[in-house]
């Protein structure tokens, strides 16, 4: 494909990005069996599709396949830490129009959310509801082409339910992050692996033996509680909800408040969803050399000023590691700036479990298009779609199972 107009940081890394783009494609099967089966049919010929999405190699092959079966693409990143330039140059040679980089300002993430809007876009991919909140709050006047659209995250679902509470939804978005193939694979071991991977990288400290705290009991939660168990950690979980709470305590992990958990935490990790889960009345009491980081879609769920105000030196002593020292001497160190630690600190979730959930993206942008006239709203992903990548994922590993007979249909459908 032509090389097109990009707002990128460094262009002279696409071949090294290239490099990184080959090897997950290399393991991405479910999207090559559904390029393989749609390319011929040009399925998205003449729809311009934009997408937010965090940009590394997974995301841009997401991004090649969809312009394979003949989409307009343009993407930018929704993390202003989780761009790899090098990745970004490559696919803007591959011929996808690409606006993000690394360490992007406030200002030109905005930017760029409007940059890749202006290909005024028939279905949206979002990551976190940047897209769909811009979209109906300065740019309304894109609503009329947009047939609709899939959100990949909880905090983004979150965020669209409650704009469709309040009727300010404006067309159809399907919620991928619902998904069963997206929260049992994607959200539990994927952000499992994922964060550890961010967070050992960055520390190099062992995890065996030390207090592990984790915020929130969802299918993310769950995860990241399991790894941390599974590499020796004693593992303490927070909660609010009284169901998860319990489900947490018969998983065998010890359940308190977070008031409690802070005096006795090596590592924080939050992954809620919600704003202020790690406040001043924490920081005041956590062990010397205790160790934050944030697993949820936005940097709120620890309050970094407030911790800011407690301390009386702040300095970063190595890459993605800030110290907090306070004033009775204890220093307390946050990861990546408290922003998504498994992709401002790591390559974020296994390649074979995104090609789960971009196989979901994939298919549901095919769903949207075949069925313009959706009502707006939140909707689920469709049962034959989570089947459907299922039987794919299944179909790469060479696993077989089982199939009803018809006296057993007959049975369960019998009343």
């Known amino acids: 494909m032509s090389k097109v107009e990009s707002s990128l940081k460094k262009p002279e890394l696409a071949n090294e990005g290239r490099k990184k783009i ?10 090559n069996e559904i390029k393989w089966k749609y390319e011929g049919e040009q399925p998205l010929d003449g729809s311009s599709i934009s997408i937010c999405l965090h940009l ?3 995301t841009a092959y997401m991004a090649q396949v969809l312009a394979d079966l003949g989409a307009r693409v343009s993407i930018t990143s929704s ?57 109906h709050n300065t740019r309304r006047d894109l609503i009329k082409g947009i047939i609709g659209g899939s959100e990949e995250t909880t905090t983004g679902v979150q965020r669209l339910r409650a704009r469709e509470a309040e009727g300010k939804l404006e067309f159809p978005m399907l919620a991928v992050n619902d998904a069963y193939c997206k929260q049992l694979f994607d959200n539990r071991y994927g952000t499992g692996q994922s964060v550890w991977d961010g967070i050992i990288r960055t520390t190099n400290l062992v995890v065996a033996g030390k207090t592990v705290v984790v915020a929130g009991y969802g299918w993310c939660g769950k995860g990241v509680a399991m790894r941390a168990k599974g590499l020796g950690a004693r593992v303490i979980i927070t909660e609010t909800d009284p169901i998860r709470a319990s489900e947490a305590w018969m998983d065998g992990f010890r359940v308190m408040p977070m008031q409690e958990a802070a005096v006795q935490g090596d590592f924080f ?3 809620t969803g919600c704003r202020d889960i790690i406040r001043g009345e924490h920081f005041r009491v956590m062990k010397d050399g205790a160790i934050l980081a944030n697993a949820g879609h936005f940097d709120v769920e620890i309050n970094i000023p407030e911790l800011s105000e407690q301390s009386l030196i702040e300095e970063e002593v190595r ?8 004033k009775d001497g204890r220093r307390i160190y946050l990861l990546a700036e408290g ?14 479990i995104m090609d789960m959930s971009f196989g ?21 992903v469709p049962d034959e779609i ?20 018809p006296a057993q249909k007959e049975y369960l459908t019998s009343s």
């Not at 980089?101 to 509801?129: C, Q, R």
């Not at 890459?319 to 306070?326: A, L, Q, T």
């Not at 993206?361 to 313009?372: H, R």
């Not at 989570?386 to 007979?405: C, F, G, M, P």
Request: hydrophobic share 40%.
């Open 386 to 405: 989570d089947r459907e990548v299922a039987y794919l994922k299944l179909k790469s590993l060479n696993v077989s199972i089982d199939e009803l007979t």
């Open 269 to 271: 990790i939050t992954v």
């Open 79 to 135: 993390n202003p830490l989780s761009t790899q330039d090098d990745v970004a140059a490559a696919l803007a040679e591959y011929g996808v129009e690409v606006h993000s980089w690394y360490g992007a300002t406030e200002e030109e993430y905005n930017s760029f959310l409007n940059k890749v809007l202006d290909i005024k876009p028939h279905l949206l991919i979002d990551d976190g509801g940047d897209l769909v909140d811009l979209i």
């Open 339 to 352: 922003r998504l630690v498994n992709l401002a600190a790591g390559d974020g979730h296994p390649v074979e």
């Open 22 to 31: 080959d090897w997950v494609a290399d393991r991405m099967d479910i999207l």
């Open 319 to 326: 890459k993605n590691i800030r110290k907090y020292e306070m």
């Open 360 to 380: 979901l993206q994939v298919l549901s942008l095919l769903c949207l298009k075949e069925n313009p006239d959706l009502e707006k709203g939140v909707h689920r």
């Open 56 to 58: 590394e190699a997974k």
